[in-house]
């Protein structure tokens, strides 16, 4: 899959709940890799990447953002399109 991105919600500038998933990823050399990253309504920023590379292990992070970071990424998306 080359990449997917779901942006759920109202428009950007109403302030309504905000979710955001990105996922890229492929099946090669070293097997499944992938990037992937999601913005919550809650304000949860969930980080996975997984690289079979020098045998590493997938690597797993999950952090709070606050209300200005979601704000944000949702002008940035909403001035993409």
Known sequence: MAGAAAVGGPSADDGGEFYLRYYVGHKG???????????RPDGKLRYANNSNYKNDTMI??????????????????????
């Open 29 to 39: 050399k070293f097997g499944h890799e992938f990037l992937e990253f999601e913005f």
């Open 60 to 81: 797993r992070k999950e952090v709070f953002v606050t209300p200005a970071v979601l704000r944000e990424c949702r002008r940035i998306i909403a001035e993409s399109e």
